[in-house]
């Protein structure tokens, strides 16, 4: 089997993993509390970055603030996701003003899902962005700042083939993107075999896998046929009878996660994004199996 690198930025030697965890923000003052508490523990396994996401259309635009400055005054470097569906360009430019003068100096440049859904065209404002590639050269007349961009092992859904998929990655990384983080996959084949195409068209930025913990196998299928990625059926046989037995699918979800990733560390891969679900016992969980410093003495301690 060939050797997948996903990153030259760092020697292996020195950084065996290189982690970053995906947040979404509180809805309520007592998840806000929570989640407080979830970036502290998180931030005990050293991550690369923490990111929030950001509510299409800009629903989340002052929770995702309000998140940002929480991380940046704990010092955990923060990612800010940024959406240009449904909004005018002053307005997306705005919010990349807010995201600096918080001291945000990462962001997760997105196009986001059509106003009604993914089965609906994507109509831009018209005076918006017309794509995450367009957002990404905004961005870049605006700041130096590091930008990252999403990658579908899958294709997007609305892509016609992979072909115009990988141009449209490739044009966000002409524009200044310097990473691309995946869309979740279970098959680590078809994420090197991605990876494989995405250095063929010659773009050579870090392609970060997405991990996606499963914690509903009863919903990740719907969600996961929504975003275009294949939940192959041996799943099915891993999670049987997990389903009123909430500690097990969790310690079976743990399992799966920690194996997808060692086997794409086995290939070479060293970056890793966790899209935690806002969950750090089920990323504790990951990390221990996985051997992580840290993870196994806060997991003896909870
Ligand atoms: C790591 C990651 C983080 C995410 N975070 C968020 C978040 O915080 N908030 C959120 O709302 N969503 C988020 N999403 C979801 C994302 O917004 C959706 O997948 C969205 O549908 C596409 O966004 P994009 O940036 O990939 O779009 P783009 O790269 O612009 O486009 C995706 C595909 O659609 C096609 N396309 C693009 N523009 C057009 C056009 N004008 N006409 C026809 N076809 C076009 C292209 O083929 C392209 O490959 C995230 C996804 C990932 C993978």
Redesign the pocket.
């Given at each position: 089997m060939q050797h997948h690198p996903s990153s030259s930025e760092t020697p292996a030697a020195q950084h065996a993993i290189d982690l970053s965890f995906e947040l979404f923000p509180a809805r309520t003052p007592e998840a806000e509390t929570a989640l407080h508490e979830t970036v502290d523990q998180l931030s005990r396994l050293k991550p690369r970055f923490m990111s929030v996401?950001?509510?299409?259309g800009g629903t989340t635009q002052d929770r995702t603030l309000g998140m940002l400055q929480h991380l940046v005054n704990a010092k955990v470097p923060a990612a800010g996701?940024l959406?240009c569906v449904g909004a005018p360009r002053s307005a997306v430019n705005e919010m990349v003003g807010r995201y600096l003068q918080a001291g945000v100096r990462h962001i997760?440049a997105?196009?986001?899902?059509p106003q009604g859904g993914?089965d609906q065209p994507?109509v831009?404002h018209p005076e918006g962005y017309?794509?995450?590639?367009a957002l990404v050269k905004g961005i870049r007349a605006i700041t130096e700042i590091e930008i990252s961009?999403?990658a579908y092992p899958e294709k997007?859904p609305?892509?016609p083939d992979i072909a115009?998929?990988l141009d449209?990655l490739r044009a966000?990384v002409d524009n200044g993107a310097n990473r691309a983080?995946?869309?979740f996959f279970f098959d680590n084949d078809l994420f090197y075999r991605y990876l494989d195409r995405v250095r063929a068209r010659g773009i050579t930025v870090p392609v970060v896998p997405?991990i996606m913990p499963i914690v509903s196998f009863a919903r990740i299928r719907s969600f996961a046929e929504k975003c275009g990625a294949t939940v192959p059926t041996r799943l099915a046989d891993r999670f049987s009878g997990c389903d009123n037995d909430p500690e097990r699918h969790m310690a079976v979800a743990a399992e799966v996660a920690a194996e997808q990733v060692t086997a794409l560390r086995e290939q070479g891969v060293r970056q890793f994004?966790f899209y935690t679900l806002n969950r750090a016992d089920l990323v504790f969980a990951i990390c221990a199996l996985l051997g992580i410093e840290g993870a196994a003495a806060k997991r003896c301690a909870a």
């Open positions: 996401t950001y509510g299409a996701h959406t997760v997105l196009r986001g899902d993914l994507f831009p017309a794509n995450a590639a961009v999403a997007h609305q892509s115009t998929d449209m966000k983080i995946t869309q997405g994004h």
